[in-house]
Every structure is written in C-alpha cells, then in structure tokens.
C-alpha cells in the first residue's frame, strides 16, 4: 500500500480529483495518510477532513523564523512515513532539507508545458496570465519529481491544451485543470502505485 501525503495550499481540486481516482479504483493499492496545508484557510482541508484523513495546518505565521517553519514542515510529513509526497498546489518554495529527505518521492503538478511559464514567479493564475499574454495557442500541465530547482525536476507526464480565442485566466485555468491536471496527476499516481513510475 502506497502511503501519500499531500501538500495543498488553496481550493484542493487537484486533491480532490485524486481522492475521486482512488475511489473509482482508478489509484490502486494506495492511501492519503496526511493533507497538510501551510495556509489555515485552504478549503483542501475541508475536503481532506470530509474523507476523513489526518488534515493539519503548518503555517509559516506560526514560526519565528523560515528556518523553523521548514523544520516544522519537515517533521509533519516524515511523521506519517509517506513513500510519496504530492504537491498538489502547494505555493510554498520546498526547502533543501525536505528534499533531501524524500529524493525522488516527492512529485508536483505545474499548470503549463514546462519548460514553457514555470520557474520564478510562475504559479497559479499567474502562469495563465502570461501564457495569454504571450499569444500562445497550446498550453496543458505537467507532472514532474521536485528537486531542488523550481520546476526543474524530471518531467513524468504532460498533457496539451488548447487556448481558445476569448479566454480569461480563469476560463483558462480551468479547462487546464479539467482536461489535463485532473488526469494526468492521478494517472502518475496510480504508475507510481502500481510500479510503472519507479520512485526513490
Ligand atoms: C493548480 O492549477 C496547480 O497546478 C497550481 O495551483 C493550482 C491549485 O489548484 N500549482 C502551481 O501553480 C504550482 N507551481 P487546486 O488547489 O484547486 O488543486
């Protein structure tokens, strides 16, 4: 049984759409053991405690310092002895010490064809904005291991989709996330349970 531990920082659609996978049976042979969210407000939390799963906040508000809170982030999820972290919105740079923990463990969903409109800067709806701005015609999301560049890791899964005349952000933002980040993110997942995705 894969054990998965979940970053979230906002509304939890992504995490969402992996606890519809793992209920379909689409993700087999694997648990979310903890949501954590560095924000108190996030509605993913809602959504992990109506599951019921172990649902915490880490918020850096919490801590004197960013040194202490990445300790504090560090323990939460080496705590629930994930083989798996997901990132699945989570807005928070990962420190060293956490990637160092979980090489090759931990896996992020980036709402563009990276390399194209990631890195610095690149989160959320402002990856859609400069997608838009930019004029492209095809954007989609990735799915890639997380190391300890911004958006640099191996890249795992990536999905096209089209921009249509007449998009806002928003309109954009979710035709990404419905046709290509609800699908590709649980889809690495269930590689990744069944074996076909190596990981560590
Ligand atoms: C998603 O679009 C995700 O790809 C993006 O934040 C959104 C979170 O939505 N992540 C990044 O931009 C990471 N660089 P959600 O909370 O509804 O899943």
Redesign the pocket.
Known sequence: MLRIAVC????????GAIYDALDSGIIKDAQIVRVISNNQGAY?LERAKAHGSDAICVSPKNFENRDLFNAALLDALAECKPDLVV?????VNVPECIINAFTNRII????SLIPSFCGKG???LK?HEGVLSRGVKVTG?TVHFVDAGI?TGKILSQKAVYVEDGDTPEVL?RR??EQA?WIILPDVISKIASGDIKIG
């Open positions: 979230v920082s906002g509304g939890g659609t992504n995490l993913a990132l699945a919105g989570f807005l992020n969903i980036h709402p690149y989160y959320g990856v999301a958006d933002q990404v996330m980040e």
